[in-house]
């Protein structure tokens, strides 16, 4: 019996932040109501402020929300990388990944618009920023630096080399993606083409010198 | 008196533009009345309507001014890759150059505001796309082709190879300064090292190999 109340206080929670991302996508977060976000949610505004304090927390919820499906992916990185027996081919794989993750609808949505709330929401837009794009990068780089002492990679800056990784794949659909929208005729095979020469350009740059070679 | 009645509306036009701006970047584009505007640039309504139509024709004609501003970055592009005698220097300081064009505050702020309006105005923030992040790189393009053709890069995929120096180059700064504003905390000499690091991993895998060497 408790856990049925307790599924069904979880299920009202989940559809009001579904209905409320809904509205602010639509709207805008200045241009939406509490009484709009209860009413799209089919519950009374009271069972909405039971939930959330207020509309800022309700939107610090649903970005922080969005913010922690990165951690699937992280686990990935880790996993993917550690004891890597082919590296080339792990870090294709991780390319392509990486590129779907930040390349999911629901995410370039939030994005755009928790950036055009920044001005309004500083301390949100650094907490998402150092959630899940920054946290990326710190997950990455002590991976790229144990590649390194195995000798796979040179790195001798590893959060640089995790940057460069990064924007290498993503640089050009995600900036294209904050202006354009999710449409950004790019189809799942030019993504994974992008991530792949990402990783290319990637190896290319931070491969060791080969025994004998010239370089 | 011809000229000097034309100065004085272009500087009206300019003082509109720029109370706009302001407001917009403070209250947010919905939250910015043309009362405000004309308040602000000490001018009287009917001359703010006088010069723009109503308030999106304002927000366009802002926005597209700042996408002008690469204009001069575009040149520099050309005149400084054309006839180079020493690529390696001259990207170095294409890759800085770049970076300070893009990371100069109003263009961040205005990015911000954009890509925050995108849904309310998808064509302005396309056309916006078009004429500057993109325009960069269609004017990049052909040039590492040309120095494909000189034997100095070897470049497959020139579309390709531009979007890779611009976000080895841009990428983690500019996606920072989407997130936490113009106070990244990187410094003039931190954008520096990025832009220069970020042509190094470009030049390590688009230079040609040399004859002889064994990749």
Same sequence: chains 1, 2.
Avoid: W
Avoid at 14 to 35: H, K, P, V
Wanted: proline content about 4%.
């Amino acid at each position: 019996m408790i856990v049925t109340e307790e599924g069904r206080s979880a299920r009202k929670r989940r559809s009001i932040m579904e209905a409320a991302a809904t509205l602010f996508l639509r709207s805008g977060y200045q241009g939406t109501s509490m009484d709009e976000i209860a009413a799209l949610a089919a519950v009374s505004k009271q069972t909405v402020y039971k939930n959330f304090a207020d509309k800022e927390r309700l939107f610090h919820d649903i970005i922080m929300g969005v913010a922690g499906t990165v951690e699937d992916f992280l686990r990935s990185v880790g996993d993917t990388l550690r004891d890597t027996e082919d590296l080339e081919t792990d870090l294709h794989t991780l390319g392509r990944q990486y590129l779907q993750v930040v390349m999911r609808p629901q995410v370039l949505q939030m994005r755009r618009l928790l950036i055009g709330e920044s001005a309004r929401f500083p301390e949100l837009a650094r907490a998402y920023y150092e959630k899940a794009p920054e946290r990326v990068l710190t997950a990455l780089a002590p991976e790229l630096s144990r590649l390194h002492d195995r000798g796979l990679l040179a790195v001798a800056d590893p959060d640089l080399a995790a940057r460069h990784f990064a924007f290498l794949i993503l640089g050009t659909p995600l900036d294209k993606a904050m202006f354009v929208g999710d449409d950004t005729g790019f189809t799942a095979e030019d993504l994974d083409r992008m991530a792949d020469e990402g990783v290319r350009v990637f190896l290319a740059a931070y491969r060791p010198a080969e025994p004998g070679s010239n370089s």
